[in-house]
């Protein structure tokens, strides 16, 4: 006979300290600290309830599934985006060793009150991606008697990020939204690649230049995105992927897309990334200024400047690996022109 397994539920007296404020009446941010007993397999938005039913009923938040569903209960939590309605306090509190969770609005985007966030400029950015099917008359049939088939493989291709909630996650964890603006952000360009991908769709060129436009090469890849994503989307995947086709459409006469051919060039070549020159052969004569910035540095500290790359031990089965690879490749174009 099985023996029943009784889940030990402890109980513990946290401080809860939330980030308050109102545009129209406060100068600037302040924290409010509220006593609350949290018990095993409470969650964040369970305690924000709590408080605001019996502490202080001004606190203001956005929640309405309470079932990672809808995505709006997005807040940061000691620093890290997540689901409010999905994420237990408890594992928070024992983790970082201290009694105190610090609860803060999504950060990028302009606060409404406590921790409401204004959600239009995402809207905004997604909008321009045309994030919808554009009908591909070779793929979707005249009659609704007639269904749009496709392989498991194609499907595969784009499945996962269909799971996205929109939540914005991970708009508010990436550093390359903070330092500009006007980048899509992550969750941006991971639907526009879904779309892209789709062999029902035929507006994927129109998309990629949407995407360069909103600073598709902004990513520094930083994985931010993949780890406070609730549903495993992997933005930064799906950013690169979108990269890529971009390039294999044609699109080379770009700083992001010569960075990527010079990264791979330099590897084979040298076994490592020919740093010296990089800005001249990503931004043509423009570079020049940031070498002899950086030569005039080094000088100035003592050392002397070199734009010699060495070649590293190894570059002999780099190269071999880049030849396999492009075998490969070129099987698998033969492949698909045949089909």
């Known amino acids: ?84 309605c999905s994420t237990q306090l408890m594992p928070i509190i024992k983790d970082f060793g201290k009694g105190t969770v610090t609860i803060k609005p999504m950060a990028n985007l302009p606060v409404i009150r406590d921790l409401v966030v204004d959600i239009d400029p995402i809207i905004e950015k997604l909008a321009k991606m045309h994030p919808y099917l554009m009908e591909n008359r070779q793929r979707i049939p005249e009659t609704l008697e007639q269904e749009s ?15 996205c909630i929109l939540c914005g996650a991970c708009f508010s964890a990436c550093s390359s939204v903070k330092a500009d603006k006007n980048y899509a952000g992550p969750l ?28 598709l090469w902004s990513c520094v ?12 989307i992997r933005p930064a995947d799906a950013i690169r992927n979108m990269r890529r086709i971009a390039i294999d459409d044609g699109i080379h006469d770009t700083a992001g897309s010569r960075r990527a051919k010079a990264y791979t060039d330099d590897v084979e070549k040298f076994g490592q990334v020919n740093k010296p020159m990089l800005p001249v052969i990503v931004n043509g004569t423009k570079g020049w200024t940031a070498i002899e910035a950086a030569e005039a540095y080094l000088e100035s500290k003592g050392i002397e400047p070199t734009r010699q790359v060495c070649t590293l031990p190894g570059q002999d089965s780099a190269a071999k690996i880049y030849a396999e690879v492009r075998k490969i490749e070129t099987q698998d174009k033969e492949k698909k022109d045949c089909d």
């Open 1 to 84: 006979m099985t023996e029943k397994i009784t889940p030990k539920r402890e109980k513990l007296l946290a401080n809860i300290r939330i980030q308050r404020f109102t545009p129209t009446f406060d100068r600037s941010p302040y924290f409010d600290n509220f006593k609350v007993d949290v018990e095993t397999g409470m969650t964040v938005l369970e305690v924000l309830r709590q408080i605001k039913n019996t502490q202080d009923s001004s606190l203001t938040f956005r929640a309405f599934c309470r079932s990672a569903i809808c995505g709006s209960c997005t807040v940061r939590v000691n620093g890290n985006s997540v689901l409010a």
């Open 149 to 163: 088939l496709m392989s498991q493989e194609e499907l595969e291709a784009f499945n996962s990020l269909t799971d």
């Open 188 to 215: 941006t360009i991971a639907k526009a690649y879904r779309f892209s991908i789709d062999p029902r769709d035929n507006f994927r060129c129109v998309r990629i230049q949407a995407s360069m436009d909103q600073g």
């Open 221 to 232: 890849q930083c994985r931010k995105c993949i780890k406070v994503c609730p549903k495993d």
